[in-house]
T-cell receptor, first 112, second 112 residues
Framework: GNSVTQMEGPVTLSEEAFLTINCTYTATGYPSLFWYVQYPGEGLQLLLKATKADDKGSNKGFEATYRKETTSFHLEKGSVQVSDSAVYFCAPPAGGYNKLIFGAGTRLAVHP | KAGVTQTPRYLIKTRGQQVTLSCSPISGHRSVSWYQQTPGQGLQFLFEYFSETQRNKGNFPGRFSGRQFSNSRSEMNVSTLELGDSALYLC???????????FGPGTRLTVT
């Protein structure tokens, strides 16, 4: 079945530092890929998506490129802010109808 | 457009009792998925409904069940509650299969 491997956290950065969170997956075909973010005490928010190979998803300064050759979908941001402190989840489909599989999540802490 | 809503937001139950959680999807969305989030197991898929039919089911015991109504609202039921059922239950809706899912704020269930 499909699977996802996500970089373990926690990741601690200073404000304005560069962020990379690695995500690799196995999947049948070339499904849409998603990154979700969870702020403390809240549900998941869709951060960005890519619908086909070589697509770049972007939102709020975050970017991720769908790399079919390396089956990766790494999340990047050039300059993080304290408000970006949250848990980030890479979520490819698991196969079947609207079933996402989630990695363990990567907790990001940004300090001033 | 209103987001996904879940009720109640918090619930405390006793072992052996049963509980029903409710989810109202985004208007026009016909697919509703349910996930369980715990510190130990992370995010796990429970089931997915589309047009009142369960199309996909995760690896949970039969105590976990759900249904969807003609207006796409969904409920999930857990019978004979166990301590290990304490979790954040998240509902997500999507327009069609394979597209992004939008999550509600979750229902936090505590079993004592």
């Amino acid at each position: 079945g499909n699977s996802v491997t996500q970089m373990e956290g926690p990741v601690t950065l200073s404000e304005e530092a560069f962020l990379t969170i690695n995500c690799t997956y196995t999947a049948t075909g070339y499904p849409s890929l998603f990154w979700y973010v969870q702020y403390p005490g809240e549900g998941l928010q869709l951060l960005l998506k890519a619908t086909k190979a070589d697509d770049k998803g972007s939102n709020k300064g975050f970017e991720a490129t769908y790399r079919k050759e390396t089956t990766s979908f790494h999340l990047e941001k050039g300059s993080v802010q304290v408000s970006d402190s949250a848990v980030y989840f890479c979520a490819p489909p698991a196969g079947g109808y609207n079933k996402l599989i989630f990695g363990a999540g990567t907790r990001l802490a940004v300090h001033p | 457009k209103a987001g996904v809503t879940q009720t109640p937001r918090y619930l405390i139950k006793t072992r052996g009792q049963q509980v029903t959680l409710s989810c109202s999807p985004i208007s026009g969305h016909r697919s509703v998925s349910w996930y369980q989030q715990t510190p130990g197991q992370g995010l796990q898929f429970l089931f997915e409904y589309f047009s009142e039919t369960q199309r996909n089911k995760g690896n949970f015991p039969g105590r976990f069940s759900g249904r969807q109504f003609s207006n796409s609202r969904s409920e999930m039921n857990v019978s004979t509650l166990e301590l290990g059922d304490s979790a954040l239950y998240l509902c997500a809706s999507s327009l069609v299969t394979g597209t992004e899912q939008y999550f509600g704020p979750g229902t936090r269930l505590t079993v004592t």
